[in-house]
């Protein structure tokens, strides 16, 4: 046979060693085996580890897995060739020294006794787990230091910082540090891993055999990898999944056979080891310790228990067989080796748990061993002897076994039922043996009268075969010798005696009950539902067989009772069970005949004359989920609807019946007259007419069933419920009626309810559980109400009879049995809050249990001691679940209550379950309910409970407060008056402000610390499966609640320092909680992340997370947190922790940030002597990108976690851009996904969630590409990395700017078909809020889980065919999901672009490329998809987007056609906005003109390049095109807008400004400078006419000194140039001059500020500086475009206005003067030149230069122009020729000339003239312009 691959059992050391491979240890195995959610057994790794044949073989040779070492075994030779120098480093380094790992290995072969490869498997589990053992390990002083002020005990001196709880330290953190690192300190953690894994093997071992005997693991229902592994084991045990089970003597039984043999072979080592002390087996003297030694004994006790549960359950599978008598033989020696277990009790607790265990296990494998069933069927004649082999045929075993039992049983209470089991077996053979003596004796006396032949033989008989008494039988059978050996053959006394002792002196059925107590489905079972009830199968087989011997007794029914029910309560009914039909013990006892009629039958028989068994039994049988109406179903409720009998006490003085039957004997009677059951003592009062009288009519037979007294059962059908609800009634004033049937007792009242609560609370389980609707669930609960109801009056029903018991009972002072029936009123409430919430609240709303109208609860009162009873801790319990309830129940009623009942016209319900509920008493309970949990909670630390309780009662208590806040703030906005939750609201901001308020104490955060604290010391038990999942439940639920309150305190900006201080300071018991449970993993990192958001919004100095922890912690919890949940891979909690370090680096926690991305914590860093130049493999930035590496392998959701980390490194850390540069492969496969991604369009319609990833991932890599451009290019090396990059843009191209996701006809119709259907709720009250991270998916923006709950009432929410609303919200959620996906692409989409764009300006395909994307960003704005405020701030974005990247093509030279497409769009996008200037649109609108006037100007350009070059074919037409687009933006956007722009700036609260006019003027002046459209004036003079625009202009000047802001008449300005643009068209001068525009100029008040003699552009105030430019910028060039479009017309006109300003026209020549010049009266404007002035003297020549001329011919119409030309040639030479000078008092007047001033000069002649900017170079050029046409003049 080939060697087996040990590669999955122990992989390669090297990637193990250096943390990239996880070895699957036993632990982990069992831990996901034992996962309650099934995900951990779900994962590849689990599954290829289990079904790899040789860790199967470690299962069909048990044991072998840790196989001593021997020379015949191969493990040396794989020792060698795994720690090989080709497999490993051999030399040491940073992280592991193979010789060292070696030599523990073989140290540990040595010490331990097991081969060389299991040794160096768990030395490397060892190594891997150093972390999780750091963070189990000694608390420091400083953690203790911080404890005691989270706990506020800072002074206190003592240890006991936290009630319960000793807390002790007197080391530091580097002390125990270095502790740590000692080798002795190292070899006792590998040999306690050593024993771990020793425990957990067995323990898998078990859950793998529970899994192939009971289909399903121990604490999970059946999944697909569970069944994968089922028939895997299956097959190499050598049985088919499929082969029965059930068939005598075949292939499984055999196996099982041999199996149990196996492990009974193996039973004795582990026995004898846990009896041996540590120091005598174990060479190693380190080893020695008290520590070790408890471990050593509950290692070996576990793995004993672990394969007696094996043998068991295939004892319970072979049962056809007797087992053989070597089998039998074995057994009962080593029960005679448990003795032992009883001295278990003085041992530490982690032993002393396991003692209940294995006394359970020997009792009913002794009792399966024995095979009861399979032996009464014999001795009866049912079955043969299969083999000879069988330990019956053996009198020296039955001897041996009847030893064992006789000596154990005195002193050990688990032998008790085996020997009363052994009873009826050595009676059956005491019996077969008398009767068989008998028959020989009467043979022989019948052979002696006929003196037949001696050699005759006996011929057998035709009948009946009976294997023990028949004829052929007589001969002796092989017990007999052991019924003469041990006496008892001829004397039966002795098996009374025995029979007698094991009832009367060891009490069998206590302890049978005792037993069972742990074997149910309870907080304390031992083990799995299943396992459990076959256990108590076998107590089951021996109450039936012993029940002709005991009969019907109190104690045996009882211990029935017991057995059925594996003491299980009311509040058990829901927990999860996996226990299969076939299995479940209630199932199969009423499927047998004895039990049913030997103990139910009879119980009914005495009902209610003995009133408590018959309803215990009816409660028992009818908790079983597997009851339904196959099987037994109505046997029970049946019974109780019509009971056939009654059975009571006739009273003395009635004798109106008459004797029956006499001559039959039977005690029978006939009433004579009607009796009734209930009556009322006075003669006044009568039972109501309404209510059903239970009266016995005349006639009825029935019969004396007792000797004495007169106890009668009479043949009276009735129904039991509706008797119960009566007595119930009639109890409450029992003096008032006579009841023959008496009062009930406090316990019989606490029975009867928790039966009615049973029954109600299973109906509804069962029918949630088939998946049927709320009202089919309300329904059958209802009907067992109205059954128990109906022979009350109208005005009452059995809720209140409940009720107002409960309120009896409140109203006194309840004893023990008291407190009992409160209870069962509290569970009958909740029963009945699902089916009839209204009856609950209503009665809540006055139950004095909680604190109503300012009266204190009397729940406080009742639970007041110190020290709880039981009842009062069951009590306390019930209370607080039922509040849980009422808070669930205010919850998913939030809109029923508003709600119709007319919902659905198919609901069967034809009431209002919630008549008479409001809001107000929701609020008021809630209130009550939050309060009374805040009391129970801080109470909880002074209760003197035991651990499981506390446990179990912190984790129902937290829950409330967590759900009340949760619920609340999660969804919908609180600020609405259509608040959905809004009747939670004042509970939820109760318990914010008990714990956020400033003045809060510590007293309420003790418990959660008392949990954080006590969850760090691990329970690590591989038995009480439920114990364990309160352990985690609890410390969830603190981990939860922690975690909520800091999240609420974040999304309301409320500050929670005390909190956060105090969670701050236990954070290092957070980070232990992580390594105890994987479960605790995802809730611990939760809670941390909101700490860091939290602290990180402060505005001071965050509390550092890596302090508080401490170095050795925190390196510790990163390095168990980076292995990053292998080898499981549990997205969930991938994600989670990639979250949590994502959180780290974006809030200001450098010290643990700088941990992450270096690997290092800053003392390791210190210590380096040098700075590494690289980040260590061992950080999560390397891990990172490793992972991104192969991106396509991983899950996408991994992949959006990951990026978000390098993202947010890359933004918050930007030397790590350095790191990912190093990382090549990265990139290019960041590259290579974005260029294999498909259209979204096409994703999205087979997979929307795929396609929201791939948008996000998109984002993510965008984000990171624009980032290492940005950095790049500060170091010049941008370049080739952006080339490659245009090459791989093609998704971006097509999906990054259009979000074409959005469905909005789905939208809408949800949106108005939601509203309809539910009128009392908006589809907008289910959006969820920032309270909790929203994934995408399908809970994104709705919250469907809470719709789930809420709307569940209505079976329109899923719909017949779940195409109902509740799909509608899911494709809603996933369809805003991609939206979202698709936002955040186009953003970094955005932020890449314009990294490129500046990278690569010259490249002609970005170019394109940006063109391109302009169009798409117009494109997609012209498709308008909602008003929503996201869509408005996008449409924005994109505008902006487009605007810029056209900026940036402007300059170069884009082609005519390219830009005149974009034009097109642009325009299209324009022209369709209505209404441009209303608030709402106008910001959008502006930056949509901003980015006309770009593209107006890059077209010009383009077309004045493309006539100077060659014309292209059509390039006409294209350019008519475009004529014809200016002219329409001439029309609806310039002059309709100004004239718009005019009439809106007179508003009060106008939302127009100035800059408005500005742009739409610039737009005009880029429309007037396109090419040919000289051609067009008369077409643009209409276009103006017909809006009126010029004379808008006018007005708008004329009203400018009123419209100024603050002195500034700047709209005369911009008036002005709007004319002066319009002025550069003869055809349009020509009209404003006929229109008397230079009047209106001259005559407005504006022009009186003009005349002023300070205005210049120097002014001290800005009006007179403003006036200066209306002159400079407007008047003056606007005169001179009329002066030359009408010429010698207008001359005198022009004349006239420019003499109206002589102040002006002189200051204007005096601005110029040098400054040595002697004139010079006032420095002031004349120290400085500006180009404005330049210009203005540059029009004014022109101008009087041409007036001149004029007024040569026409002197007498043209005015003389007041000028003083020639001093101002005087002066333009001085400057001109005295350029330093010039240079030196040039000023600048705007951005725009500040910017020309840092240019150089445009021509390159200028610059060889000398001139230093381009500033210079503009001034110089009109100075010189200026001294030309003065020239000319001066010389004319």
């Known amino acids: 046979m080939a060697e087996l691959s040990d590669d999955t059992y122990l992989p390669p050391l090297e990637p193990c060693l250096k943390g990239e491979n996880v070895v699957l240890s036993w632990k982990l195995v069992a831990s996901a085996l034992a996962d309650p959610s099934g995900h951990r057994q779900s994962s590849r790794a689990v599954v290829d580890y289990l079904t790899d044949p040789l860790v199967q073989s470690f299962f069909t040779k048990p044991g072998s897995a840790f196989d001593p070492p021997n020379d015949r075994n191969p493990h040396h030779t794989t020792f ?19 010789n060292l790992i070696k030599e523990d290995a073989l140290w540990l072969s040595k010490n331990a006794r097991i081969n060389e490869v299991a040794a160096l498997r768990v030395v490397v589990i060892e190594f891997q787990s150093r972390p999780q053992a750091q963070l189990l390990g000694p608390i420091s002083n400083q953690d203790v230091a911080n404890l005691r002020e989270a706990a506020g005990a800072a002074n206190a001196q003592t240890t006991n910082i936290l009630p319960g ?64 592994i089922r028939k895997s084991f299956l097959e190499a045990y050598g049985m088919s999944p499929k082969q029965p089970q059930k068939s005598p003597v075949d292939t499984p039984t055999r196996t099982f056979h041999a199996l149990i043999t196996q492990y009974l072979n193996l039973l004795p080592d582990s026995i004898s080891r846990s009896q041996a002390a540590i120091d005598t087996v174990v060479e190693d003297k380190d080893l020695w310790t008290d520590e070790l030694h408890e471990r050593w004994i509950q290692t070996w006790l576990t793995q004993a228990l672990h394969r007696l549960v094996i043998v068991f359950q295939l004892l319970v599978l072979s049962n056809d067989v007797f087992v053989s008598a070597q089998v039998a033989q074995q057994w009962f020696s080593l029960v005679s080796a448990f003795g032992f277990l009883n001295q278990l009790q003085g041992f530490p607790e982690k032993i002393s748990d396991l003692m209940v265990p294995l006394q359970c296990l020997v009792c009913v494998t002794s009792l399966s061993v024995v095979n009861l069933p399979r032996m009464m069927a014999f001795f009866e004649g049912e079955v043969d002897l299969n083999t000879d082999d069988e330990y019956l045929a053996s009198s020296s075993v039955l001897e041996h076994i009847h030893d064992v039992l006789d000596s154990t049983a005195s002193d050990s209470a688990y032998a008790v039922p085996v020997l009363f089991a052994w009873v009826p077996v050595v009676h059956a053979m005491f019996t077969s043996y008398q009767e068989r003596a008998e028959r020989r004796d009467a043979i022989q006396n019948e052979k002696a009268v006929e003196n037949y032949d001696s050699s005759t033989q006996m011929i057998p008989s035709a009948g009946r075969r009976n294997s023990a008494g028949s004829i052929t039988t007589i001969d002796k059978r092989r017990y007999d010798d052991f019924l003469i050996n041990k006496s008892l053959d001829r004397d039966y006394r002795q098996i009374q005696n025995l029979a007698m002792a094991v009832t009367d002196q060891r009490h ?72 299969l039909a076939q299995q479940d013990i209630v199932t199969l006892a009423l499927s047998d005949n004895i039990i049913v009629q030997s103990y139910f039958q009879q119980a009914l028989n005495r009902f209610p004359y003995e009133f408590l068994p018959f309803l215990a039994f009816c409660r028992a049988f009818y908790s079983s989920k597997h009851l339904t109406a196959e099987n037994n179903h109505e046997l029970i409720l049946g019974l109780l609807q019509k009971t056939p009998t009654l059975t009571f006490i006739l009273p003395d003085h009635f004798i109106d019946y008459q004797l029956a039957n006499e001559e039959e004997n039977s005690n029978g009677f006939q009433f004579l007259e009607d009796y009734p059951l209930v009556s009322t003592k006075s ?407 909101a700490l860091v958001i939290s602290a990180g919004k402060s505005s001071g100095e965050p509390p550092s997370l890596l302090g508080y922890l401490g170095p050795q912690i925190s390196r510790s919890f990163l390095q168990l947190l980076s292995t990053l949940d292998r080898p499981f891979n549990q997205a969930q909690e991938v994600n989670a922790i990639w979250r949590f370090f994502s959180t780290i680096v974006r809030n200001r ?66 030397w790590t851009i350095f790191i990912l540069q190093k990382n090549a492969g990265f990139l290019a496969e960041l590259r290579s996904f974005v260029h294999n991604l498909k259209p979204s369009t096409l994703t999205s319609k087979a997979n929307v969630r795929q396609a929201c990833n791939e948008a996000r991932i998109a984002a993510y890599v965008a984000e990171i590409f624009a980032m290492q451009l940005f950095h790049l290019r500060q170091i010049g090396q941008a370049d080739k990395f952006a080339n490659d990059l245009t090459r791989d843009l093609d998704y971006y191209l097509r999906d990054g700017v259009a979000v074409s996701g959005y469905n909005r006809g789905l939208h809408v119709n949800f949106a108005r078909n939601f509203s309809n259907q539910y009128s009392g709720c908006t589809l907008d009250n289910f959006k969820r809020t920032l309270l909790e991270p929203r994934p995408l998916g399908v809970d994104f923006y709705y919250a469907l889980g809470f719709a789930d709950k809420i709307l569940g009432f209505d079976s329109g929410w899923v719909g017949p065919r779940n195409n109902g609303f509740r799909s509608e919200m899911e494709k809603a959620n996933e369809n805003l999901s991609l939206v979202d996906a698709q936002i955040s692409l186009y953003h970094a989409w955005e932020f890449l672009l314009l990294e490129l764009s500046t990278c690569l300006p010259s490249n002609d395909t970005l170019k394109k490329h ?20 996201v869509f408005e701030r996008l449409a924005e974005s994109r505008v902006n987007l487009a605007l810029m990247l056209v900026q940036r093509v402007v300059d170069s030279a884009p082609s005519p056609g390219d830009i005149s497409q974009l034009l097109t769009a642009l325009w299209a996008t324009v022209s369709s906005v209505q209404e441009p200037y209303t608030p709402e649109n106008i910001s959008l609108y502006r930056t949509l003109l901003k980015l006309l006037y770009v593209t107006l100007r890059a077209q010009v350009r383009s077309l004045t390049q493309n006539d100077a070059s060659t014309k292209r074919p059509g390039s006409e037409l294209a350019a008519a095109a475009v004529a014809q687009t200016v002219l329409s933006i001439l029309d609806k956007t310039v002059a309709s807008g100004f004239r718009t722009l005019v009439s809106l700036v007179h508003d009060s609260q106008t939302t127009v400004l100035p800059s408005d006019f500005a742009l739409l003027n610039a737009i005009l002046q880029a429309c007037l400078c396109m090419p040919g459209m000289d051609q067009n004036q008369t077409q643009i003079l209409n276009i103006m006419a017909s809006h009126d625009a010029v004379q808008a202009a006018v007005s708008l000047y004329s009203w400018a000194d009123r419209l100024s802001d603050q002195g500034d008449p700047i709209y005369g300005e911009l008036s002005l140039l709007f004319l002066l643009e319009l002025s550069a068209l003869p ?98 404007d004349r120290d400085y030149i500006t180009l404005l002035s330049v210009s203005e003297i540059h029009s004014l020549a022109l101008m009087t230069r041409v007036l001149g001329a004029l007024r040569a011919n026409n002197a007498r119409d043209v005015p003389a122009v007041e000028w003083d030309a020639a001093g101002l040639s005087e002066s333009v030479d001085f400057w001109i020729e005295r350029r330093k000078l010039l240079r030196e008092r040039l000023l600048t007047l705007g951005p725009r000339e500040a910017e020309w001033r840092s240019m150089p000069p445009a021509s390159e002649r200028n610059k060889a003239r000398g001139f230093e900017s381009r500033l210079e170079e503009k001034v110089v050029e009109q100075l010189e312009l200026v001294k030309l046409v003065l020239g000319e003049v001066w010389n004319d």
Request: net charge negative; with cysteine; glycine share 4%.
């Open 683 to 1089: 003669a006044r009062k009568r039972v109501a007419a309404d209510e059903e009288s239970f009266i016995i009519p005349a006639g009825t037979y029935g019969r004396f069933i007792a000797d004495e007294g007169r106890v009668v059962r009479v043949e009276y059908e009735h129904s039991a419920l509706a008797l119960l609800g009566k007595r119930l009634d009639v109890n409450l004033i029992a003096s008032k009626y006579k009841l023959p049937l008496g009062e009930l007792t406090m316990e019989e009242t606490s029975e009867a309810i928790t039966l009615l609560a049973t029954l109600i609370r299973m109906e509804y389980l069962r029918t949630t559980a088939s998946g049927e609707s709320s009202p089919e669930a309300s329904d059958a609960g209802l009907t067992i109400v109205a059954e128990a109801s109906r022979a009350l009056s109208r005005t009452k029903d059995v809720i209140s009879v409940v009720c107002d018991t409960m309120d009896v009972l409140l109203d006194g002072k309840p004893e023990t049995q008291g407190l009992g029936a409160l209870v069962s009123c509290l569970q009958f409430l909740h029963a009945v809050l699902p089916i009839c919430p209204g009856r609950v609240w209503s009665y809540m709303s006055r139950c004095a249990i909680l604190s109503n109208q300012g009266q204190g609860g009397r729940l406080a009162k009742l639970v007041g001691n110190l020290d709880l009873s039981a009842v009062q801790l069951e009590l306390l319990m019930s209370a607080v679940r039922l509040f849980s309830s009422l808070i669930d129940s205010a919850m998913s009623s939030a809109v029923r209550r508003k709600t119709s009942t007319k919902t659905n016209s198919r609901q069967k319900q034809s009431h209002d379950i919630w008549l008479g509920v409001s809001d107000k008493i929701v609020t008021q309970i809630c209130l009550s309910v939050v309060r009374a949990a805040m009391d129970v909670l801080e109470s909880s630390t002074t209760w003197r409970l035991s651990p499981l309780d506390r446990m179990v009662l912190v984790s129902d208590v937290l829950p409330i407060m967590d759900k009340v806040v949760f619920y609340t703030f999660s969804m919908d906005d609180i600020n609405t008056k259509a608040f959905l939750m809004s009747a939670l609201e004042p509970a939820a901001k109760y318990v914010i402000d008990s714990f956020l308020a400033p003045s809060a104490g510590s007293l309420r955060i003790q418990p959660l610390l008392v949990t954080l604290v006590a969850a760090t010391q691990p329970f690590g038990s591989t038995i009480y499966a439920n114990k364990t999942e309160a352990f985690r439940t609890q410390t969830e639920a603190v981990l939860g609640f922690a975690r909520t309150l800091v999240r609420v305190a974040n999304y309301f900006d409320r500050p929670s320092t005390t909190v956060e201080q105090q969670l701050f300071k236990a954070t290092p018991f957070v980070a232990r909680v992580c390594a105890c449970h994987d479960a605790f993993r995802e809730p611990a990192i939760e809670l941390l992340e």
């Open 165 to 228: 709880i000793n807390i002790t330290s007197t080391l530091d953190a580097a002390e125990i540090q270095a502790s740590f690192e000692k080798p002795d300190n190292r070899k006792r953690r590998i040999f306690q891993t050593y024993l771990d894994e020793c425990r957990y093997y067995a323990a898998t071992n078990d859950y793998i055999f529970t899994l192939m005997l009971q289909e399903c693991l121990p604490t999970s229902s059946a999944t697909d990898a569970s069944r994968e």
């Open 1410 to 1429: 940006s063109l391109q994307v302009a169009q798409q960003c117009l494109e997609a704005n012209e498709e308008t998809q909602s008003h929503d405020q």
């Open 80 to 98: 060698v060739k795994k720690t090989a120098a080709i497999q490993v480093t051999p030399t040491p380094n940073e992280k592991y020294d193979i």
């Open 1627 to 1724: 055809l349009v001068a020509e009209q404003l001059a006929c229109d008397g525009l230079l009047n209106q100029i001259t005559s407005a008040n504006l022009a009186a500020y003009l005349r002023r003699a300070n205005v210049n552009p120097f002014a001290e105030s800005i009006g007179l500086q403003r006036c200066y430019s209306i002159w400079a910028k407007g008047i003056v060039p606007l005169l001179l475009n009329i002066l030359t479009a009408l010429g010698a017309t207008i001359a005198p006109e022009v004349a006239y206005v420019l003499n109206q300003f002589p102040t002006l026209m002189q200051s204007s020549v005096e601005r110029f003067e040098p400054p040595d010049d002697s004139r010079r009266r006032d420095g002031g």
């Open 508 to 579: 069998v059925y206590d302890v049978i009950a005792g037993m069972c107590s742990y074997l149910g489905n309870t907080g304390r079972a031992i083990f799995s539902a299943s396992v459990g009830s076959r256990m108590r199968t076998t107590f089951l087989d021996i109450l039936k067989v012993t029940y002709p011997f005991v009969g019907y007794q109190a104690e045996p029914i009882e211990a029935l009772l017991a057995v059925l029910s594996g003491g299980q309560g009311y509040w058990d009914l829901s927990r999860a069970n996996n226990t």
């Open 1149 to 1214: 926690q450098q010290w643990m940030a700088n941990c992450l991305l270096t690997g290092k914590t800053p003392r390791d860093a210190k210590n380096n002597n040098g700075k590494a130049t690289e980040t260590p493999s061992s950080s999560v930035l390397a891990s990172a990108l490793e992972r991104l590496a192969s991106i396509t392998k991983i899950e996408q959701s991994e992949t959006l976690a990951i990026l978000d980390f390098i993202t947010s490194a890359q933004n918050f850390w930007p």
